[in-house]
């Protein structure tokens, strides 16, 4: 199944139809500045990605690399910072293979599997710090009309205890020195990655409110049209649609009164942190986000529970499916006659039932300690 999510989405929210049943109070459950946010953003980021500005920077970095150590730490680094600005799940698409292909240059093939752990903790974990970080970062900021700063102050304790913990922990990967060279077809268009970059000042510009969001969305479909038409054609446009599903399913469910009182219930009980943190375990972090702030005000406690609660089981973040997926097809093709895929011999990678273990483990861990420490150290409730 290429898009769980939407696929999920539509069922939750035809379901709920049935309940209550269609009708124009339906106009009211959807935020349309996210949508249209979202939607310019996602456009402007796959232009990054066709441009082939995140492939170039991330070889021109290694390219002054020495050791392994270093590698996984600047690996680290560009998921960080591209995190920051871009979906968790566009950086794990364009960094995993990176990841693949500069470990696979070096011989270093047996390190794989912890450079995919710590990528991807980086990935769902460093786009918490901005409101246009992730995808539910920027319904939350726009729904309650969040001011920047106070949200930035909120999410940096614990984006920085978590990227303490990522490099702590790279550092003990041996150092393993080699010597590497960015391939001549790497290229980059710089036109283009100036062109892209003013687009998303603006979408940014569109997420503070400084530009009207239906003008700025005219001016970026047009500048895409002009400048590669074929971006249309990237976007991912199911994610946009499976917003849209989750506000029809959060708006009904708002108006089913026994429901509408469990949620309150559970919120008045376990607070939005705690409940915002135990939802994304079930049934992700972006229908959490959507569904309880129909039900408290405490924008805050959804925003760290679904940022922190974005590790931990498989689903807390679908972006982590992309992962799995990756590394499953690797254990796949590295398969030596005397295995499958669950036992890649020959090819220095774990068992897909290993990698899923230790995986699981490093996500708990940090699922663990960083809601920990904004409960206790924060008073975070």
């Known amino acids: 199944m290429h898009n769980p999510l939407l696929v999920v989405s539509a069922i939750a929210a035809l379901v709920t139809m049935i309940f209550v ?11 349309w500045h996210t949508l249209t946010c979202l939607l310019c953003i996602l456009m402007v980021v796959s232009a990054f990605d066709s441009s082939g500005l995140l492939e170039y920077v991330a070889h021109s970095v290694v390219e002054h690399v020495s050791s392994l150590r270093t590698l996984t730490i600047v690996l680290v680094l560009v998921t960080l910072c591209c995190s920051m600005i871009l979906s968790n799940d566009m950086t794990l698409v364009t960094i995993l ?9 070096i011989g270093r093939e047996r390190d794989i599997p912890f450079t995919f752990i710590v990528i991807t903790l980086t990935a769902n974990l460093g786009g918490m710090l901005l409101p246009f970080g992730n995808p539910h970062n920027l319904y939350l900021y726009t729904m309650f009309g969040v001011d920047f700063a106070d949200f930035v102050l909120l999410m940096a304790p614990p984006l920085v205890l978590s990227m303490v913990l990522i490099l702590l922990r790279c550092l003990f990967v041996q150092k393993a020195d080699f010597h590497y060279r960015k ?6 268009s710089k036109p283009h990655v100036v062109v892209y970059t003013a687009l998303f000042a603006l979408c940014i510009a569109m997420t503070l409110g400084v530009v009207s969001y239906p003008v700025g969305a005219l001016v970026v479909i047009a500048v895409l049209a002009l400048a590669d038409r074929t971006v249309f054609a990237k976007t991912d446009y199911a994610l946009v649609l499976t917003f849209v599903c989750f506000f029809v399913f959060s708006g009904n469910i ?16 376990c607070g939005a942190f705690v409940a915002s943190l135990l939802s994304s375990q079930v049934i992700s972090n972006v229908p959490t986000a959507i569904l309880l702030s129909n039900f408290t005000n405490d924008w805050a406690g959804i925003a760290l529970g679904t940022n922190i609660g974005a590790v931990g089981t498989p689903i807390s973040s679908l972006a982590t ?15 030596g006659s005397k295995g499958g895929a669950n036992n890649p011999v020959g090819s220095g990678l774990d068992s897909n039932r290993r990698f899923l273990l230790r995986f699981e483990a490093y996500n708990f861990a940090f699922l663990a300690i960083v809601a920990l420490f904004e409960f206790f150290i924060m008073g975070v409730r």
């Open 183 to 188: 391939p001549p077809t790497i290229i980059l």
């Open 97 to 105: 293979p990176l990841a693949v292909l500069l470990l696979k240059s």
């Open 254 to 269: 708002a108006q089913i009164p026994e429901i509408s009182f469990f949620f309150n219930e559970l919120l008045s009980s």
């Open 21 to 31: 049943p269609p009708s124009e109070a339906y106009l009211g459950y959807f935020n």
């Open 321 to 335: 499916l992309i992962t799995l997926r990756q590394y499953q097809k690797l254990a796949s093709e590295g398969s």
